[in-house]
């Protein structure tokens, strides 16, 4: 890193080194434009995209200045006070795209990487709609630290419609809030420049607080929504009603508090019907989150709850029920804390006796008379009178039961017998997750790799195998987000499995029994990042059976990448991953196809041999092919796969072999062997190709082909 | 209402002041007024075709159409922009339904609405005006201050001295880290000895860290509060003192992320949004990465920084995945990072009482607190010690002579008269009735101390 003192101010550079540097500013700028838009119209992996970051690149390392700051505005870029690029490609690739994207200011590290640079074009190229995030954000998701983006202004616009006759209201409250005392400091509980009023231009309201906001918008939900509002970013939804209230409820209640006490009570009254008219669930989570915990801590959002009517506000309460730790003294506190009348508390009594009941169950079904049961229920509700300090504990249990005990009895045990690798290895794959960025990734693997190790020197085969696989799982996640990533961890995973590793697993492979279920779990773990390791073991030794056995077993995890590396294999491992592409069925068919004409007959051989396991149409067509091609040599090896095919398949194969006079002709003894065994492949329906060479059985002079004819005529006999 | 990316909002202000201007110098007929009418109406007639309303805002004289800021310059609209400014219009909705004579009355009401000094409201106005289908709005600011209570960032009142020297020596480990340096282990480990060998056997430090603080720290106040609570739930977990070590400084770093977030937003009193609620939620993972980088740290330390917000029930952040249960290590360290969040100010609260916060603990208990962990740490914070006054539910007073180890809420007391010189029934207010219902609650610890000299001699026999 430059130190920090090689940031030079404007004033202490020399004259002409600052022309130089402005020149190298605009240079790089050009370029970075020049990429955005290469971007914009190639793939962000093609030839001309990469050349252009790599130009725009050697551009930056060229600026003298640690960190190159610039203001955006519509048609050019404002670098210390001076305009670059208006009416060139800066304008029309990066000004107009930042200002349209809303950014105010752009700050770009002299350090940033290529991939910091690609990422910016990617993100400033693609197309914006309402709901991507703000660049600057996309580019913070992206591990990108050294290219900063601030967003602009962008105001929330309140309507309230309200009359000019309630600015009196407004103003009203304004004053009563300055006539408040002024202890604690002023400070903004939402952004201080971003919400704005409109309101009817006769209203003579110099402007809206808070709480006049409170007096003039009645709807707590629609309140909420506004604070929602003010707290939003470019490119969030809009909350529902529902939403709003759920996350801003504290602090609707928080400025209904401040109202006048006859204007907050009507406001509290309106909030507990809002929250009533809630949807059932989404009621029910505001209660036990917000408003049930505000009532016992006396916050004022608990307040609410008082303006519910009496069979509402059982249900709420009875919510409480819900609480682990909750004695039935709970019930009695929040009852308190409300401070109903006593009439009212009366008749709480029966609505929370039915709903303890409720909740007892059908255990308790039939003691619905039972004396002991209503004592009880009514003394849930009695009166407790007097400030009592620990009232409250009455409403939790908190008692020392056997339960808690064991745990306690256990906790120290079970701390000092956590796997420390383990541990560590759980949270370097998280932060990978948290942090997708590839330096880091690549710092924290490292680490992640030599702790693989202690637990696979330790024979911790469950740990091993739960972080492989999670470490897998990171890299199938962010194969497409975060391809650079994703090839870190498979690298690591790779890389980890040695020569030496990757015989330990083949020796726990042959073992069988436990050992091979471990091998086999670890392989799946480790899915096809194992593939270097197998690779590499199989040109190690290719007819190693155990690797032969493993391969074949796991086929189609190793597939993809064996198909990409046959033609870089020699024969015994070929032959290898040729068994192996059989083993994983079908998808594979034309790489194996190719290489029944590799000079190697046991190449070709194993080849044939796959394609009938496989056993698809188009392994068929495969044989089909090749037979047709070689003739007479290559049927021999061929007529056992055909018959290995699915009957339709085959009779595919037959139909075309068949079909071909000359074939038939140059290969009468190997027809006639398809023919002895067709009869199982329901003949009539290749009377299309048999009945041709019904005529072959007056060729006396050449006896195979005459029993050729005589055979298409017997297998054509209904 | 939706945003209208194309539309610029330039052209129809210029023309629609001008349309005023001609009001005023032509009759309502005139051709001149037709034609400047016709020539906006039309493309805000398109608009309103696809978006059904237009609202056209000045803000710091930049225009917003349907709340979103215009790109276009506005510099060729600034005269038309400072005209309706001045006349109060800084907004001017148009819904579907706009026939072109109502821009022409909306204009021409325009010009003569400066004089009006009527209450009335001006859609009403508009409304007798004949026109229902444009409304003017005066954009005003929106206050958002609100008074906070003022904390002072330490503790003031005079400290016990080896938790005054915790203190200093943690705010130079969080200046350290803040600053860009790496943690140093052997820093680390001398201040952990210090809390376990001074700071937690000085009953006046543990006095001055469980009560009520009244000033607001986040960082390291903050964190060697939470060590030393942790420390003091890990006895009471009986955990060895090896495990003690390491709680402690799980318990000390755990906070250590929030070195990388700014401390205005740390300290921010008011709502936040997206962006910053994400960045103090990264406290969690920005601390584990500085302690993974951290050589001498104990491996569990970044596991307790990366999970203490995480709920046993898999709420709170980060976003682990899910099934994750946090580490028991982080189970404890979370118990007393809330209580001490809850009884530390807090820019937009009051400090609770210790009591008060147990109880939070106590709704929290199997949800996102371990249940056992709360009850022990509720068990470790002593309300009722030997010797206090107490009130029960019954109103009856007594004094405590012994504490229900598994249940110190709950203590033997001897029952005696309001002045406190009467010895009456002992009484164990842990006791059950068959419902499983105590028959006794204590609900009020009295000040003062016991007068009589029998309730003394109580005590000095211990029963």
């Known amino acids: 890193m430059r130190p920090a003192a090689a940031t030079l101010s404007k004033s202490a550079q020399p004259a002409a080194a600052r022309r130089d540097d402005a020149a190298r500013v605009e240079e790089f700028f050009q370029s970075l434009a020049r990429a955005v838009r290469q971007f914009h119209t190639y793939p962000a992996t093609s030839p001309r995209c990469i050349d252009a970051v790599e130009e725009s690149h050697r551009a930056l390392a060229l600026i003298e200045v640690e960190t190159l700051p610039c203001v955006v505005s519509p048609h050019e870029l404002l670098v210390s006070g001076a305009a670059v690029g208006r009416g060139t490609l800066i304008e029309q690739e990066l000004a107009r795209r930042l200002y349209e994207a809303r950014c105010q200011a752009l700050e770009i590290n002299r350090l940033a990487t290529r991939r910091d640079l690609a990422r910016f074009c990617t993100e400033l190229a693609a197309r914006r709609d309402g709901t991507t995030a703000p660049l600057g954000e996309r580019l913070q998701n992206h591990g990108v630290e050294r290219i900063q983006v601030s967003a602009a202004f962008e105001p929330q616009i309140l309507q309230v419609s309200a009359p000019a006759a309630m600015s009196a209201s407004v103003e009203h409250d304004r004053q009563r809030q300055d006539m408040q005392p002024t202890a604690g400091r002023i400070t903004h509980l939402y952004p201080a420049d971003k919400g704005w009023v409109r309101v009817d231009p006769g209203a003579a309201t110099r402007g809206v607080t808070l709480s006049g906001l409170a007096v003039l918008v009645e709807d707590p939900a629609s309140l909420a929504q506004m604070l929602s509002r003010l707290v939003s970013v470019p490119g969030d939804e809009p909350l529902s009603r529902g939403d709003a209230l759920e996350q801003r409820c504290e602090d609707v209640a928080r400025l209904y508090t401040s109202l006048e006490p006859a204007v907050a009570r009507a406001r509290f009254a309106k909030l507990a019907t809002t929250v009533l008219s809630l949807e059932p669930t989404q009621r029910r989570r505001l209660l036990s989150d917000t408003v049930l915990p505000a009532l016992v801590d006396g916050r004022p959002e608990g307040e609410l709850l008082r303006d519910f009517p009496d069979v509402d506000l059982a249900d709420a309460l009875s919510l409480f029920l819900d609480v682990e730790t909750a004695a039935p003294e709970l019930l009695t506190t929040a009852l308190d804390r409300l401070q109903l009348s006593p009439a009212r508390r009366d008749a709480m009594g029966p609505l929370l006796e039915a709903r303890i009941r409720e909740r007892q169950g059908a255990a308790t079904a039939d003691n619905r008379n039972d004396a002991a049961l209503r004592e009880r229920t009514q003394q849930l509700i009695r009166v407790v009178t007097g400030d009592a300090a620990f009232d409250g504990f009455a409403a939790f249990d908190l008692c020392i039961d056997d339960a808690t005990e064991s745990v306690i009895a256990g906790t120290s045990e079970a701390i000092g017998a956590t796997n420390l690798a383990d541990a560590r290895l759980t949270y370097l794959s998280q932060l990978i997750v948290l942090n997708p960025n590839p330096e880091v990734a690549e710092r924290l693997l490292r680490e992640a790799a030599r702790l693989l190790g202690e637990l696979e020197k330790a024979g911790s085969w469950t740990a091993l195998t739960a972080r492989l696989a999670a470490l897998q799982q990171t890299a199938t996640v962010f194969r497409e987000s975060r391809p650079e990533v994703s090839t870190a961890i498979a690298t690591a995973i790779e890389t980890f499995y040695t020569p030496a590793r990757f015989g330990r697993l083949l020796t726990m492979y042959e073992a069988g029994g436990a050992e091979r279920a471990t091998a086999n779990l670890l392989i799946t773990a480790c899915g096809p990042s194992l593939t270097g390791a197998v690779v590499r073991g199989l040109q190690d030794a290719g007819s190693d059976k155990r690797i032969l056995q493993l391969v074949c077993d796991h086929a189609l995890t190793f597939a993809p990448a064996l198909a990409r590396s046959l033609d870089e294999f020699a024969v015994p491992q070929r032959v290898a991953a040729i068994r192996a592409l059989g083993a994983a069925g079908s998808g594979f068919e034309t790489q194996i196809a190719k290489q029944l004409t590799h000079p190697s007959e046991a190449v070709a051989r194993e080849a044939l041999r796959a394609l009938g396991r496989v056993a698809s149409d188009e392994a068929a067509e495969s044989v089909t092919r090749y037979v047709l091609r070689q003739g007479a040599s290559a049927a021999a090896a061929a007529e056992e796969v055909i018959w290995q095919f699915s009957p339709a398949a085959t009779r595919t194969c037959l139909r075309s072999l068949l079909r071909q006079r000359q074939f038939v002709m140059t290969n009468p003894e190997f027809t006639l062997r398809l023919l002895q065994r067709s009869d199982r492949f329901e003949p009539t329906k290749l009377s299309d190709v048999l009945t041709p060479l019904k005529s072959l059985r007056y060729r006396f002079w050449n006896r195979p082909l005459a029993r050729i004819g005589q055979r298409a005529s017997e297998l054509l006999q209904p | ?463």
């Open chain 2, 1 to 463: 209402m939706s945003a209208i990316p194309d539309f610029d909002p330039g052209p129809f202000l210029r023309g629609f002041v001008a349309l005023r201007r001609l009001t005023g110098m032509y009759p309502a007929g005139h051709p001149v007024i037709a034609q400047k009418v016709d020539e906006i109406f039309q493309p805000v007639q398109q608009q309103l075709a696809a978006h059904g309303t237009v609202t056209i805002d000045i803000i710091h004289e930049q225009l917003h159409v349907n709340g979103v800021v215009c790109l276009s310059d506005g510099a060729s609209s600034a005269q038309a922009v400072r005209e309706l400014s001045e006349l109060g219009a800084h907004s001017v909705e148009i819904r579907a339904g706009l026939q072109p004579d109502e821009l022409r009355r909306a204009a021409e009401f325009l010009s003569t609405a400066a004089d009006g000094s009527t209450d009335e409201p001006i859609a009403d106005r508009l409304a007798a005006a004949g026109v229902s289908h444009v409304s003017f709005g005066r954009i005003v600011a929106l206050d958002t201050r609100w008074r906070a209570p003022q904390w002072d960032d330490g503790p003031s009142q005079p400290l016990e001295p080896s938790y005054g020297e915790a203190l200093t020596r943690a705010e130079q480990v969080f200046d350290t880290v803040a600053s860009g340096r790496s943690l140093d282990a052997v820093n680390i480990r001398q201040l952990v000895q210090l809390l376990i060998g001074e700071v937690a056997r000085s009953s006046a430090a543990l006095a001055q860290i469980l009560t009520l603080k009244e000033y607001e720290n986040l960082t390291y106040c903050h964190s060697v509060n939470v060590a030393i609570l942790s420390l003091m739930l890990g006895r009471q977990l009986r955990l060895d003192d090896d495990l003690i070590t390491v709680l402690v400084e799980a318990a000390l770093l755990h906070d250590i992320g929030k070195t990388r977030v700014p401390l205005e937003i740390v300290q921010k009193p008011g709502a936040l949004d997206r962006t910053e609620r994400k960045l103090i939620e990264g406290h969690t993972t920005f601390g584990a990465e500085i302690l993974v980088d951290t050589v001498g740290v104990h491996p569990l330390a970044p596991t307790v920084a990366l999970e203490h917000h995480r709920g046993i029930n898999g709420t709170g952040y980060p976003d682990l995945g899910d099934g994750v249960v946090p580490h028991l290590m982080s189970q404890i360290v979370s118990v007393a990072d809330i209580y001490e969040a809850l009884t530390g100010a807090r820019s937009y609260r009051e400090p609770m009482k210790p009591e008060q916060a147990c109880l939070v603990l106590a709704r929290e208990a199997g949800s996102k607190l371990n249940t056992a962990f709360v009850k022990a740490f509720v068990s470790a914070v002593t309300f009722f010690p030997v010797g206090s006054l107490v009130r029960t539910n019954r109103d009856e007073v007594g004094m405590v002579v012994r504490t229900n180890s598994r249940d110190p809420l709950h203590p033997v007391i001897t029952i005696t008269n309001d002045t406190f010189e009467e010895v009456r029934q002992q009484v164990d207010t842990s006791e059950r009735d068959g419902d499983g219902r105590y028959l006794r609650q204590i609900v009020q610890s009295i000040a003062g101390q016991p007068r009589s000299s029998a309730l003394t001699a109580l005590l000095s026999t211990g029963s």
